[in-house]
């Protein structure tokens, strides 16, 4: 006879868990375009400044050190996750190692996906109704814009 399955089944707080890493990772890796879209909404700063602001972050090297910072949280983050569910030591991750594989595919996959969405059409959106000097997307303009109208 086989011994039981004795993994965790999933449950909604772990599906919390994961979902927290994969919104964090990608909020982290969006923070070259949030500041100035928050500073510009808040009142803070004038839109030049904003956008100057988000030239720099965006352009420079701070877009690729977030990169990596984003990485490294989730990388953190699923190590915290799997040993509060057992998988401690060595011979417990080679028992669960497409658990551990499947789960980390997810969660960056997830965070890059969240990322793009994020960044690139929720930001962007907010970024050019708030007055900032982005354009909009030659393909984003297709869904606002179906072709024969303006």
Not at 5 to 34: F, I, Q, T, Y
Not at 38 to 51: D, P, R
Not at 116 to 145: E, S
Request: glycine share 8%; with cysteine.
């Amino acid at each position: 006879m086989s011994e039981p399955d004795k993994s965790p089944k999933p449950s909604r707080e772990n599906w919390r868990a994961l979902l927290g890493l994969v919104l964090s990772s990608a909020v982290v890796a969006s923070l070259c375009c949030l500041p100035s879209v928050v500073l510009v909404l808040l009142g803070l700063a004038s839109v030049s400044t904003a956008a100057a602001l988000s030239d720099q972050l965006y352009w420079g090297p701070t877009r690729y050190v977030l990169y990596a910072v984003s990485l490294a949280l989730a990388a953190v983050g699923l190590v915290i996750y799997f040993r509060r569910r057992g998988i401690c030591t060595l011979d417990a991750a080679r028992r669960e190692r497409s658990r551990i594989v499947n789960l980390s595919l997810l969660v960056l996959v997830g965070g890059v996906l969240t990322y793009l969405v994020w960044n690139y059409i929720i930001l962007d959106l907010i970024g050019i109704a708030a007055g900032l000097p982005w354009q909009m997307p030659g393909w984003w303009r297709w869904f606002v814009f179906p072709p024969g109208q303006p």
